[in-house]
């Protein structure tokens, strides 16, 4: 299945809008983090956090109309209203339109601020309007309202899968015909339940080092990216999707496939756990690369660097980015690297329970 | 791609009516119901909400030896998937050996809903994460992946109340598109405090057993349960003799783009989606046999569904509303709808909608008053969902 990618949005640390990743990457800078405080059984301490910038949302909707927007739906509304807007496509035939996201957690703040109004209102004073902030599919319920999308519209949840799956779900509904347009993408947030959970895990770090494979460095991001993808029939001015392999954690990758790539994006992002399937990999010959110290640790981390890797092909290069020590015997891209016509770009995701590879060509 | 369609050859249900889909259909063909009030939920409110609830589920679960505990949403996923996969002729040899993959409506079931844990770390404790492992490990989905040995696409649709109807949907697509040649596919929830008090502030819960399409409903019952269906390319059920029960003839899903929690009141994301089902399962609006309503028994919900469905469907097609009998099971109601649509198709008649019994004219139709004998070719499965959502799935019988 052959997918073009016509628009990037995104809602990141990084900024708002595919400049703001295109900016991140030619600066080779990290953006900068918030300390959180977290209370743990062991220490008081605080974590550094890629909180999400989200600005500019009002060009889009009216102010008044945000009032009852909790900020994760807001991220996704801007970033589906940036994707569409960079894309310069027209979106006239609404009930073509489809929409499907990928969350791992949800919106977070809402779940958690309706159940506050349980604990301080009692069971008499639960929030109706919380609650139905809280389901997972609000953010693309939202987008659906407001944009006016009257297609399919879905959200799948499956924690270090969501991209994968939500992928698939686009290519699926584009290759029949479902629909000619698929507003794709994936988010997760931030909130300090999570916060004690990863210092009571001992998952967290002070530096995210997605290439030291052997240690624990998870620093929490968050953000929402979406792609704005198109029926095959047409070139992809952010490249075309052109393969999605997933299998199996440990079951060998089609070299093949690998071989074929001018560099792989690893989704590597300081999880121990999945950082091992990351260290076997052979990957000798192909160019690689870790962006998650431009958005953070998060389950959906393969949707930003599909985003990163459509605005690297739509500038026609790849950008070198620092990211600490490399432990591992992989090829990094060091120098600023000319992409051509037909090259590929990997983005490759291994957690506990599987492995992802999304090629990405240069139309 | 693959052609010849995509097949139901095993079923598998768990709800309040019953642990197993035959004592589920016995319970229906009764007109048996036994909402209750939670014994599972506490909760401080001037009045009492019944709920449809499933009795010690951890008693019937088939000793597999699985590598997790699970929770009870997984728990009720495990016992009609086991149900299904066994109605199917499958074992586990075969699902861990094959190209199966796993879809699962919920949304209970992806939540971090432990208010216990929770209250604890808002007082300022330092509350044990056994709740944050258990609920890392409990997407159903995942779970159930790993539990089985499936190795395909595991996919967990979180779209509210059409969850259920979603997943085999998406199941579906994963067969015709060759992504698998086998997948287990439905919905799964639990009952939990949260929804309840939602439900119950946005007044759309009843006091009283729930009386869908009737016009003196007041509102929804939450129940728990789960829908499995097994679902398998034409193909490859041929090429291992399996029985056909049904096929998975059309789906489809519209949404209304119009309020976060109310239907468009033309139903129009819903007309949309039997329309389409319709084309793709390449059926005439007469063709249909019967409606295997959403049938929430809101005041809204009835009155549009009713609406979409007469004017799409005309006045005269059968329509029954089982969350008369399961209550409304969140991510599993549009997967139990689709095994008892399949299962009636198969046994020829229809249950009453217990609870109804006067009409309402503002909507037009009338759901089953008793058991309806039926020769239906097809049958058409809806549900709608907050945000909008609209999902229609069509299964054709009389493959036997």
Same mark, same amino acid.
């Given at each position: 299945m052959r997918t073009p990618i016509l628009g990037v949005g995104s809602v990141s640390a990084c900024g708002c809008g595919a400049d703001s990743l295109l900016a991140a990457l030619q600066k080779s800078a990290h953006p900068r983090t918030s300390e959180e405080v977290i209370c743990s059984a062991s220490d008081e301490l605080s974590i550094p956090v890629y909180r999400a910038d989200v600005k500019g949302l009002d060009r889009f909707i009216p102010r008044r109309a945000l009032r009852r927007i909790d900020r994760f739906n807001r991220m996704a509304l801007l970033a589906s209203f940036l994707a569409v807007e960079d894309s310069g496509v027209s979106l006239e035939e609404k009930h073509r339109v489809g929409i499907v996201f990928g969350t791992g957690f949800g919106p977070l703040e809402t779940t958690f601020a309706y159940q506050d109004t349980i604990i301080d209102d009692s069971d008499k004073g639960a929030s109706p309007t919380l609650f139905s902030g809280s389901v997972h599919n609000s953010p693309a319920s939202n987008a659906s309202i407001f944009m006016g999308v009257r297609g399919p519209c879905l959200t799948i949840t499956n924690f270090a899968r969501s991209t994968t799956e939500m992928l698939r779900t686009a290519q699926i509904w584009l290759d029949r015909g479902v629909v000619d347009y698929v507003l794709a993408g994936v988010g997760d947030e931030y909130h300090a339940v999570m916060g004690y959970a990863l210092s009571a895990f001992g998952t967290t770090g002070t530096q995210l080092d997605p290439l030291r494979f052997d240690r624990c460095s998870y620093q929490p991001g968050e953000g929402f990216v979406v792609l704005l993808l198109g029926r095959g029939d047409r070139p992809g001015? @952010?490249?075309?999707?052109?393969e999605l392999s997933c299998g199996p954690s440990g079951e060998k990758l089609d070299q093949d496939l690998i071989d074929r790539c001018r560099a792989v994006l690893l989704s %590597? $992002?300081?999880?121990q756990s999945a950082g091992r399937s990351y260290q076997d990999l052979d990957l000798s010959g192909t160019l690689a690369a870790a962006y998650s110290p431009l958005y953070g640790s998060l389950p959906v981390g393969l949707g930003f660097d599909l985003a990163l890797a459509a605005v690297c092909i739509r500038e026609g290069q790849l950008y070198p980015l620092q990211t600490g020590k490399n432990t591992s015997a992989l090829d990094i891209i060091s120098q600023t690297e000319p992409l051509d016509h037909e090259d590929r770009i990997g983005c490759l995701e291994c957690s506990a329970d599987h492995v992802t590879l999304v090629t990405i060509t240069v139309d | 791609m693959t052609t010849g369609g995509v097949v139901v050859t095993g079923l598998g249900a768990v709800c309040a009516a019953g642990e197993s889909l035959p004592r589920i259909m016995d319970s229906l063909y009764s007109g048996r119901r036994n909402p209750s009030l939670p014994t599972s939920i506490q909760a401080d409110l001037k009045s009492d909400y019944p709920v449809f609830e499933v009795r010690n589920p951890l008693d019937d679960l088939p000793a597999i030896p699985y590598k997790r505990e699970p929770t009870r949403t997984t728990h009720l996923a495990l016992i009609a998937a086991e149900e299904a996969i066994g109605s199917a002729g499958l074992d586990h040899r075969m699902l861990a050996t094959g190209r199966v993959g796993v879809c699962l409506g919920t949304t209970v079931g992806c939540t971090l809903n432990n208010e216990p844990f929770y209250r604890e770390l808002r007082a300022g404790g330092y509350p044990d994460l056994a709740p944050v492992r258990r609920y890392l490990d409990g997407n159903p989905a995942s779970f159930l992946a790993e539990a089985l040995g499936c190795t395909g696409p595991v996919a967990a649709a979180a $779209?509210? @109340? %059409?969850s259920g109807t979603d997943a085999i949907g998406l199941a579906k697509a994963w067969i015709e598109t060759g992504q698998c040649d086998i997948a287990i596919a439905g919905g799964c929830d639990e009952l939990s405090r949260i929804p309840y008090l939602g439900f119950i502030h946005l007044m759309i819960s009843s006091h009283q057993p729930c009386l869908p399409f009737d016009k003196n409903r007041k509102g929804l019952n939450l129940g728990e349960g789960a829908g499995v269906v097994v679902l398998e390319s034409e193909a490859r059920s041929r090429d291992r003799s399996a029985d056909k029960l049904a096929s998975v003839a059309g789906y489809a899903s519209f949404a209304d783009a119009h309020h976060p929690t109310a239907p468009h009141p033309e139903g129009r994301g819903l007309k949309l989606a039997i329309r389409q089902a319709l084309q793709e399962a390449e059926l005439a609006p007469d063709e249909i046999g019967f409606v295997s309503a959403h049938g929430t028994a809101t005041a809204d919900n009835d009155l549009v569904e009713g609406r979409a469905v007469r004017e799409v469907l005309g006045g005269r097609v059968p329509v029954v509303a089982t969350k008369a009998y399961t209550g409304h099971t969140l991510g599993a109601a549009g997967a139990l709808q689709a095994v008892f649509t399949v299962q009636a198709l198969l046994d020829g008649r229809l249950p009453a909608t217990a609870g109804f019994s006067t009409a309402d004219p503002e909507i037009g139709m009338e759901p089953t008053r008793e058991i309806v004998e039926i020769d239906a070719r097809a049958a058409i499965s809806n549900s709608l969902a907050f945000g909008g959502n609209n999902s229609a799935l069509i299964f054709r019988g009389g493959l036997r």
């Open positions: 001015v @952010c490249g075309t999707i052109d %590597s $992002n300081g999880d | $779209n509210a @109340c %059409s």
